[in-house]
């Protein structure tokens, strides 16, 4: 019997071992790695050796997760000559680097700090069975393959940037991020604690902030742009903050992890929580009450501190005070974007300020304030960091600058100055943007940062001059919580994308190869999914682009896994492994139903089934004249989603007058005329003002065939709706339909986004 379970036993170590020997890919992908024979088994006859207790204590932490799940109790010794695992200090090494030599017998580890030393057991620990992070015992061969690894990181600032803001991030979750962080080698994680949605940090000298500024109203039923905000008398239960205490926890565990904690204060704007709590920091021309938002705030993201009241300042340099004394970090974020400054223009005390500073405008004043604070934080011993609007005005003293805004090039403006900059672009590495084909997306706002579009980013620019290079301190994903009601949403939109960051952030440009990255973040996504972490799998959905040209409708299918293949049914069938393989645009001359899905190599579907329905009436498959670049969607066959960022929806920079023809080819019977509008009224996305439908034979005389109007209360209707918006046409026979749609214009007083100017997005044109 004893024997029978020996057998078993090895078999299923067997059987590990192959799977483990598999798969060397590893992310962040090293500088130098190259694959020997073999394996380095750990057991309980390991011996590490160590130089200093520094040592030791890496060895410790790495030992106490090995024998967590595999009950190994290795040693540590001081004899170098006796150790398997050999640490090794190698001052020629840079700070963050390492060696790493494995072979069956031995595993030696140089480097010249902790840090790098640190990288080594990260390495190592994902080279390791993920089943390394379960937190029960696990059978196992724990071996790790023998490689030789010479690593170290591009950038020094390999950052993530965590809202807790608009979703108070429980702590537990904080920490879990962070360890998934280590694992990537990343070592900064800047903390946006305060915005207009929420202060998450406890202050003793000011305890209203978090007593009335950590909570708000519940319109946890409305997505966050849509959300009214709050009267004086509703109840406050959403919400929550960090003790200092809690602090101190986050802090000293990313200190062990090698992570520094970057706290932002954000100010003069983004700040409704701390007003909501002490009103009189605000202008005192805001005679409204001030609450915590609930969402994007309308004209209430005017409400900003007041830059004439010296009580401000004397308040953000006490916060500052206890911030500094919780924070390790050399540096503190100040935050400074987007400030509307439409109360400042108001306000008595902000238009003296501007008088006795000889400032010239308000922007002026952002730079005054900003640079106040700047240099109290600098007398406290600690660098300034700051959004990239103050490059609007004259920039505080040695400030470093995150580029944000589009593709971040504002902070280039800060580098022509000798400043350091972050690249943080929004275009690029705002985690809250769709991360996969939008139809099987949770909403969120914008248009897409794929898995892809992170990996590919490289964010020195062969137009740059050499001396930003030299100032770019590095990059950072940053993720708004804005669409997050729960932690597991912020795993979702943090992993796998923080993979990609890390990747550009610590591998060599030249080096990036996407097949490999995949397999080693499959590796890392086993290793965080034991940790509890839901990651995203958008990466195995399909992309669909439907042009219509000739009559046709051409179907485009794409996954940004190569190692996938796409199968698909024409007959409404569901796709399995047998169905046929996608290689080619498949072109549709008639309705029909194309469903597809990705499968891996075993067969097993991957991704989501895609279910797309081909429409079919006069106008499908024609061609749009005179209309711009999107209007070709609107003969698609294919209607949009409700998100109208899905690229199946139309829209133009100005909607007051929209206006295109349809090209029919040859004079037609018209019955029907219908066109679909979508609502999304937290963006300000509404159907237009009117409709008229035009019918010419010669594209150059048009009389008018029907036409549509309707009123602000049709329109401003809150909700996430499509409306098919089907006009009343006289019989007629033609070639050429000219439509002219009106937008509505500004939104109206009682709508959240108040005196905004709306927008009008069509996504087919049905003509019968
Ligand atoms: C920002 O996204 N407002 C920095
Ligand atoms: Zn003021």
């Given at each position: 019997m004893r024997k029978f379970a020996f057998i078993i036993i090895l078999l299923t170590t067997l059987f590990n071992v192959e799977i483990d020997a598999l798969n060397t890919n590893i992310v962040p992908?090293?500088?130098?790695?190259?694959?020997?024979?073999?394996?380095?088994i750990f057991t309980d006859e390991t011996k590490f050796g160590v130089e200093n207790s520094m040592q030791e204590r890496i060895v410790a932490n790495f030992i106490e997760q090995l024998n967590r799940v595999s009950g190994i109790q290795p040693k540590v010794t001081r004899k170098h000559k006796k150790a398997h695992v050999k640490l090794r200090t190698n001052k020629t090494l840079k700070s963050e680097a390492y060696s790493l030599d494995v072979t069956p017998a031995t595993v030696v580890i140089e480097a010249a700090d902790d840090k790098g030393f640190y990288y080594a057991m990260q390495t190592i620990r994902l080279l390791l069975p993920a089943q390394i992070e379960s937190a029960a015992l696990v059978q196992c061969t724990w071996a790790i393959p023998a490689v030789k690894i010479q690593d170290e990181p591009r950038f020094g600032y390999r950052g993530l940037m965590l809202d807790a803001s608009r979703f108070f991030i429980p702590k537990e979750n904080v920490l879990r991020i962070i360890d998934c962080m280590a694992m990537l080698k990343l070592n900064k994680l800047h903390f946006h604690l305060i915005d207009d949605n929420g202060w998450r940090i406890e202050i003793k000298k000011y305890p209203k902030l978090t007593e009335v500024g950590a909570w708000r109203v519940d319109r946890g039923d409305l997505p966050f742009p849509a959300?009214?905000?709050?009267?004086?008398?509703?109840?406050?239960?959403?919400?929550?903050?960090?003790?200092?205490?809690?602090?101190?926890e986050i802090v000293a565990y990313a200190d062990q992890r090698h992570i520094e904690v970057i706290p932002e204060i954000e100010m003069p704007a983004h700040t409704n929580s701390s007003l909501a709590a002490y009103p009189n920091l605000a202008c005192p021309v805001v005679n409204r009450f001030i609450g915590v938002l609930p969402g994007g705030g309308g004209s209430h993201a005017d409400i900003i501190y007041c830059a004439g009241n010296e009580e401000v300042f004397s308040f953000l340099e006490d916060v500052i005070n206890e911030v500094i004394e919780l924070f390790p970090s050399k540096y503190i974020h100040l935050g400074g974007d987007e400030a509307w400054k439409s109360n400042w223009k108001k306000c008595p005390l902000c238009q003296q300020r501007i008088k006795e500073e000889g400032l010239n405008c308000e922007?002026?004043?952002?730079?005054?304030?900003?640079?106040?604070?700047?240099?109290?934080?600098?007398?406290?011993?600690?660098?300034?960091?700051?959004?990239?609007?103050?490059t609007n005005s004259k920039l505080p003293e040695d400030v470093i600058i995150f580029g944000w805004q589009g593709y971040g090039n504002a902070a280039l403006k800060a580098a022509e100055q000798g400043h350091r900059f972050v690249m943080t672009p929004a275009r690029i590495m705002y985690l809250i943007r769709y991360q996969g084909p939008q139809w099987f997306e949770p909403v969120t706002y914008f248009g897409n940062n794929t898995l892809k579009d992170v990996y590919d980013y490289e964010p020195i620019q062969a137009n740059w001059k050499p001396q930003y290079a030299d100032l770019l301190m590095g990059v950072q994903a940053s993720l708004w919580t804005e669409f997050c009601n729960s932690a597991e949403d912020v795993?979702?939109?943090?992993?796998?994308?923080?993979?990609?960051?890390?990747e550009v952030a610590?591998?060599?440009?030249?080096?990036?190869?996407?097949?490999?990255?995949?397999?080693?973040?499959?590796?890392?996504?086993?290793?965080?999914?034991?940790?509890?972490?839901?990651?995203?799998?958008?990466?195995?959905?399909?992309?669909?682009?439907?042009?219509?040209?000739?009559?046709?409708?051409n179907v485009a299918l794409e996954c940004i896994r190569p190692d996938v293949t796409i199968h698909y049914t024409l007959d409404n069938s569901e796709p399995t492994a047998n169905s046929p393989?996608?290689?080619?645009?498949?072109?549709?001359?008639?309705?029909?139903?194309?469903?597809?899905?990705?499968?891996?190599?075993?067969?097993?579907?991957?991704?989501?089934?895609?279910v797309l329905p081909i429409n079919w009436n006069l106008a499908t498959g024609k061609t749009i004249i005179s209309g711009n670049t999107a209007t070709k969607v609107l003969t698609n066959g294919i209607r949009g989603s409700l998100k109208q960022s899905d690229f199946e929806w139309c829209s133009w920079e100005k909607s007051d007058s929209v206006s295109f023809v349809v090209d029919l080819e040859k004079?037609?019977?018209?019955?029907?005329?219908?066109?679909?509008?979508?609502?999304?009224?937290?963006?300000?996305?509404?159907?237009?003002?009117?409709?008229?439908?035009?019918?010419?034979?010669?594209?150059?005389?048009?009389?008018?065939?029907?036409?549509?109007?309707y009123e602000d209360a049709q329109i401003f209707v809150p909700g996430n709706y499509i409306d098919d918006c089907e006009i009343e046409i006289a019989p007629s026979s033609a070639r050429y339909l000219r439509i002219t749609a009106k937008g509505p214009g500004k939104s109206p007083q009682s709508h959240v986004r108040a005196g905004q100017e709306s927008r009008v997005m069509f996504d087919e044109i049905i003509i019968n």
């Open positions: 992908q090293p500088l130098n790695m190259e694959v020997g024979d073999g394996q380095f959300r009214p905000n709050p009267t004086a008398d509703e109840p406050t239960p959403i919400g929550g903050f960090y003790t200092q205490d809690d602090i101190r922007e002026e004043l952002q730079g005054y304030f900003m640079q106040r604070m700047a240099r109290y934080v600098r007398q406290q011993g600690k660098e300034v960091m700051g959004w990239d609007e103050l795993d979702y939109l943090v992993f796998p994308r923080l993979a990609a960051l890390a610590w591998s060599p440009k030249d080096s990036k190869d996407w097949a490999s990255f995949l397999k080693g973040l499959d590796k890392y996504n086993e290793h965080i999914a034991l940790k509890g972490v839901g990651y995203a799998k958008s990466m195995f959905n399909i992309q669909h682009t439907i042009i219509p040209s000739n009559n046709q409708v393989v996608y290689n080619n645009t498949l072109s549709f001359d008639q309705a029909g139903v194309l469903k597809c899905a990705t499968f891996a190599s075993d067969n097993k579907q991957v991704g989501q089934t895609l004079e037609q019977p018209i019955q029907s005329f219908t066109i679909g509008s979508v609502t999304n009224y937290g963006m300000s996305v509404h159907k237009p003002a009117s409709i008229v439908v035009e019918a010419s034979n010669d594209n150059i005389n048009y009389h008018k065939i029907g036409t549509a109007q």
